[in-house]
T-cell receptor, first 114, second 114 residues
Framework: DQQVKQNSPSLSVQEGRISILNCDYTNSMFDYFLWYKKYPAEGPTFLISISSIKDKNEDGRFTVFLNKSAKHLSLHIVPSQPGDSAVYFCAASGGIFDDYKLSFGAGTTVTVRA | DAMVIQNPRYQVTQFGKPVTLSCSQTLNHNVMYWYQQKSSQAPKLLFHYYDKDFNNEADTPDNFQSRRPNTSFCFLDIRSPGLGDAAMYLC?????????????FGAGTRLSVL
């Protein structure tokens, strides 16, 4: 059963505007949430993370917001740049066992238009 | 640069013909993972090695096997590939004891089954 879901397979945004990517999860035991970015012909690379005890983490143009009560997190990219065009995966880890394993969403393809 | 390298990048095999995919790492991480990813789907964990200990996911078919002869190398063996095994195979590594447990990915091997 999919524990992490990204319900928007794609997102198109104009350069300079905000990109908002959403992710929902079902397992309340997750204690870390991570975002990965993937360019074509490359492996996913780590972008930013957030602990379940926080509601916001910011790193430059990237901010992650976590709403535990709704089991929802979002990634904001401001301002969006052409180099941000990629597939973004939401992932979660934690629980009683195997807390180093990640559960992934299916990804959201972001296209930044010039 | 320390990295995760997968070979080959593209592999074509015949239905039922055994195939081996390889992964090497220079990060000296103690955990190595193998994921299967089909188009527009989340990466699916097949199994992982925690040091020398092999950990199979419950729903990984017996057709998939793995070997880790040393810290740096890990192999994925598909004993009798079927058409449904055509996918991207991703290798990842991580070091336990660090939170969040960030996984580092190779570029993947795309397997085609004829």
């Amino acid at each position: 059963d999919q524990q992490v879901k990204q319900n928007s397979p794609s997102l198109s945004v104009q350069e300079g505007r905000i990109s908002i990517l959403n992710c929902d999860y079902t397992n309340s035991m997750f204690d870390y949430f991570l975002w990965y970015k993937k360019y074509p012909a490359e492996g996913p690379t780590f972008l930013i993370s957030i602990s379940s005890i926080k509601d916001k983490n910011e790193d430059g143009r990237f901010t992650v917001f976590l709403n535990k009560s709704a089991k929802h997190l979002s990634l904001h990219i401001v301002p969006s740049q052409p180099g941000d065009s990629a597939v973004y995966f939401c992932a979660a880890s934690g629980g009683i066992f195997d807390d180093y394993k990640l559960s992934f969403g299916a990804g959201t393809t972001v296209t930044v238009r010039a | 640069d320390a990295m995760v390298i997968q070979n080959p990048r593209y592999q074509v095999t015949q239905f039922g013909k055994p195939v081996t995919l390889s992964c090497s790492q220079t990060l000296n991480h103690n955990v190595m993972y193998w994921y299967q990813q089909k188009s527009s789907q989340a990466p699916k964990l097949l199994f992982h090695y925690y040091d020398k200990d092999f950990n199979n996911e419950a729903d990984t078919p017996d057709n998939f096997q793995s070997r880790r002869p040393n810290t740096s190398f890990c192999f994925l063996d598909i004993r009798s590939p079927g058409l449904g095994d055509a996918a991207m195979y991703l290798c990842a590594t991580s070091s336990t004891g660090i939170s969040p447990n960030i996984q580092y990915f190779g570029a993947g091997t795309r397997l085609s089954v004829l």
